[in-house]
Nanobody, 122 residues
């Protein structure tokens, strides 16, 4: 069993910063990528950032956070981070981390964190 524990959310004013972390416990097998989704009230779940588990650590971001958010990982600690700078009210959401694992050829399984609330407000 894999459990992902998130931390780092909270209330911040516009323009502020937060760093989210997502630490995995248990045996991790064949992880191909990690990342962060968010879901705001009344809106669909949105992929915010992703990073591959390979040595290159290729990253991808949704357009609205490019230049403000940075995803990174620490393989030794089984942890993925999301550094969020220049936060805007539109970033307010529950943020969920995930680990994507390869199960068999053509099949993937996602492990999810419990979610952490990020609120950007004056």
């Amino acid at each position: 069993q894999v459990q992902l524990v998130e931390s780092g959310g909270g209330l911040v004013q516009p323009g502020g910063s937060l760093r989210l972390s997502c630490a995995a416990s248990g045996s991790i097998f064949r992880i191909v990528g990690m990342g962060w989704y968010r879901q705001a009230p009344g809106k669909q779940r949105e992929l915010v950032a992703a990073i591959t588990s390979g040595s290159g650590g290729v990253t991808n971001y949704t357009d609205s956070v490019k230049g403000r958010f940075t995803i990174s990982r620490d393989n030794a600690k089984n942890t993925v981070y999301l550094q969020m700078n220049s936060l805007k009210p539109e970033d307010t959401a529950v943020y969920y981390c995930y680990w994507k694992a390869a199960v068999i050829a053509g099949m993937r399984r996602d492990y999810w964190g419990q979610g952490t609330q990020v609120t950007v407000s004056s």
